[in-house]
């Protein structure tokens, strides 16, 4: 009977999976990306009056300050995507704010109409699902 052996060195593939097993369980880098485009997102929602989510109703008084920017807190805290409740892990990311009226803002009131703050930008899911499977496989930074 007529053969033909053939071997394969496996060792450098399977230091390539282990790579990629260990940043499938790191995806810090990923996260920091992602609250960089959130927090420029947010900063464009709040500069354009609300136009990534279809535009924010006006107010019913002329104030002195553009809208949704009294006194700064809020912007800041959806521009800056830092501190509480902003957290980054390994395998996780929480990303918003703290502040009580936000969700009056977000959600409306019998009063006031909604005004979105928190939102996913258009095609932030799908180039974030590139930049994770260039990350796993390949150790491409997102950044």
Known sequence: MA???IDVDSARVRQELRKMELRSKAFQP???YARQRLALANAENFTTGGLPVGGWNPR???ERWPIMRSSGRLFRSLTTLRGNPNEINATNATFGTKLDYAKFHQY???EME???IVFE???FASDLGKKAAAWVA???SPT
């Open 3 to 5: 053969r033909i052996k």
């Open 30 to 32: 990923l996260f920091e």
């Open 60 to 62: 019913d008084e002329a």
């Open 108 to 110: 409306g009131t019998s």
């Open 114 to 116: 909604p005004r979105k």
């Open 121 to 123: 930008p258009r095609g």
């Open 138 to 140: 390949n150790g491409i």
